[in-house]
């Protein structure tokens, strides 16, 4: 059934595959803010340093990290109706691929972001939480004005690339029946029993280029606009004054 | 005013105070020298509960804490008394000159914003930084950036303001301007507790001088006992080390 090549195929593609962004978009969103609040956690128990919640956050980490996304991904889809309907008696069979999809790309996106997110925090001088403290803050004021704000601009670069790890993992959930861009393609193919797979394929990979390529236009042009005053100046200006001690 | 009794710390095996006394009276400026380790710091940040100390008490005005036991609302309160400032400044990098010094009125205090403006704006006048209001830190000289330290620490209007070496990250030339706005305040009758090498600033403006070494108190009086007339030899041999240091830095 192959057919020659068709160069217009590949924006006819497009146009099909277009409407199914949302879908994509969708998964995203939605693992981004379960990976966010699951990470926020994480990261705040080994911030804490309690040994035996800080062991149990490294080993779920450890687990999720060494664990390819494709192998997770069917482990949700099979395993968490069992647990739901044994433990609780929830029967799954009516929830919709997004679920097991959004359920998935949260847990690999929190221990991804656990680090991201810890690192951040940690590399706020403690002081600064002192300094608040000393004038009467509390240690959760302390936290959401002064250390949170500097955190996240700190935590940007990384969450843009982990967040374009997850768009490109994310082609994964079409196996389990999900139909975003990629699963639409992936129907588009077989419904024409392989004829223009390369077009298709070549029309999946302009279109996952161009997302990525404008999120990261998005993110540079954030941390430049939160950068210039707040955390660049003060590397530059420690450097300008490194350089003067040396003389 | 505020009287410190047998006040213990350790760090896993070395303790780090072993057993400070320490009386401070109302507009007090007391000194506090000693050599590097000696427990200054600690001292410090033990009053302010930055640090837990293993053993003492203190009587703050008319109640009495238990380092060891004070619980967070103790905590809380002794810290809504005092004000600390930092030898490397901590100031709020997020945060413009005035937001630094508004932060502990509006959110610690419960001031009103325009109240706590108007009552920053003041301070920073004072501190001589009327044209440096909406500048970051990170564009501020280490003097100005410390002024700002101290306008945020008196902002709050603390009964007590502790020291820890507000002047020894300071470039030489910087240095002066920091000890003026502090011999300001001494005049004006503000409490102070600082730890310095500041030998000058020692003799000029301090009501009680404290010797430290390794965790206790050596010698204790005023300025002119204990930095002219040292009876203890350490303390001589300690200020014959600054002092020479500091020709040989001239
Ligand atoms: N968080 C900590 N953990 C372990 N040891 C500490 C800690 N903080 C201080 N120490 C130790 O306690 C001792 C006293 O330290 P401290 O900072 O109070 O001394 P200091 O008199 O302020 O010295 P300096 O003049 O150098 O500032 C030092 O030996 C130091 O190593
Ligand atoms: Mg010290």
Known sequence: MKRPFDFWYIFEAILDLLPYLVSTFMMLILSILGGTILGSILAWTKIRRRPLATGFADFYIYIIRACPPIVLLFLVFYGLPEILLRGFGIDTNHFSQLFFVVITFSLLFSATMAEVIRSAVAAIDKGQREAALSIGLSDMQAFIRIILPQATIIALPNFANSLIVLLKEGALAYTIGFIDVMGKGILMIGNQYGAHALEIYIALGLLYWSITIFLEQVFQKMEMKFAPDKVYRVEKRSEKERRKHEF | ?250
Not at chain 2, 22 to 27: D, F, S, Y
Not at chain 2, 57 to 65: E, L, R
Not at chain 2, 93 to 118: D, M, S
Not at chain 2, 233 to 239: G, S
């Open chain 2, 1 to 250: 005013m505020l009287e410190i009794k047998n006040i213990h710390k350790r760090f896993g095996n070395t303790e780090v105070l072993k057993g400070v006394d320490l009386n401070v009276e109302k507009g007090d400026v007391v000194v506090i020298l000693g050599p590097s380790g000696s427990g200054k710091t600690t001292l410090l940040r033990s009053i302010n509960f930055l640090e837990r100390a293993d053993q003492g008490s203190m009587v703050f005005g008319d109640k009495k804490y238990s380092f060891q036991k004070a619980s967070k609302k103790e905590i809380l309160e002794v810290r809504k008394k005092t004000a600390f400032v930092f030898q490397n400044y901590n100031l709020f990098q997020n945060k413009t000159a005035l937001e630094n010094v508004t932060e502990g009125l509006v959110i610690g205090r419960n001031i009103p914003k325009k109240k706590a403006y108007e009552k920053a704006v003041e301070i920073l006048t004072k501190v001589g930084l009327s044209d440096r209001y909406d500048f970051y830190p990170s564009q501020l000289s280490g003097g100005q950036q410390q002024r700002v330290g101290i306008a945020r620490a008196i902002a709050v209007e603390p009964e007590v303001i502790l020291f820890d070496e507000p002047t020894s990250a300071l470039d030489p030339e910087l240095i002066g301007e920091v000890l003026q706005v502090m011999k300001q305040l001494a005049k004006e009758g503000t409490t102070m507790i600082v730890v310095t090498h500041e030998i000058t600033f020692a003799q000029e403006v301090a009501s009680k001088v404290i010797f430290m070494d390794e965790g206790r108190i050596i010698e204790c009086g005023t300025a002119d006992q204990v930095i002219k007339h040292p009876k203890e030899e350490r303390t001589k041999q300690f200020l014959r080390r600054i002092t020479n240091d500091m020709e040989y830095a001239i």
